[in-house]
Nanobody, 127 residues
Framework: QIQLAESGGGSVETGGSLTLTCAGS????????LAWFRRLPGATPGAERE???????????WYADSVKGRFTISRDNAKNSMYLQMTTLKAEDTAIYYC?????????????????WGQGTQVTVSS
């Protein structure tokens, strides 16, 4: 089974950019559909995470309306990694960002679909 580890989070000013990386280990990421989710500030630990974007095994992508045109999800199977390029960041993008994987060709927007999760990385956007 695959293990996932996020990196690249940090603090940035409004309008800035960050790129998150999700590194896979223990298995080839190529056989997994992948996604980025986030947990917003103040959300209780048991609350659902908000889907940000997903990518299937053929690199077809989907984005939440709130990030469309600003974020780009991609995968590099040779590097066993997935990325989230975030531009024109807003205060409301502040969250803990998680990567997720499911052993399926098809991703969904439902966090319960995913079997494997990273530990999360904090993104803070301030004015």
């Amino acid at each position: 089974q695959i293990q996932l580890a996020e990196s690249g989070g940090g603090s940035v000013e409004t309008g800035g950019s960050l790129t998150l990386t999700c590194a896979g280990s223990g298995a080839q990421i190529s056989v997994y559909a992948l996604a980025w989710f986030r947990r917003l500030p103040g959300a209780t630990p048991g609350a659902e995470r908000e889907v940000v974007a997903n990518i299937d095994r053929s690199s077809r992508t989907w984005y939440a309306d709130s990030v469309k045109g600003r974020f780009t999800i991609s995968r590099d199977n040779a590097k066993n990694s997935m990325y989230l390029q975030m531009t024109t960041l807003k205060a409301e993008d502040t969250a803990i960002y998680y990567c997720a994987a499911v052993h399926s060709p098809v991703p969904t927007q439902d966090e319960s679909w995913y079997d494997y999760w990273g530990q999360g990385t904090q993104v803070t956007v301030s004015s």
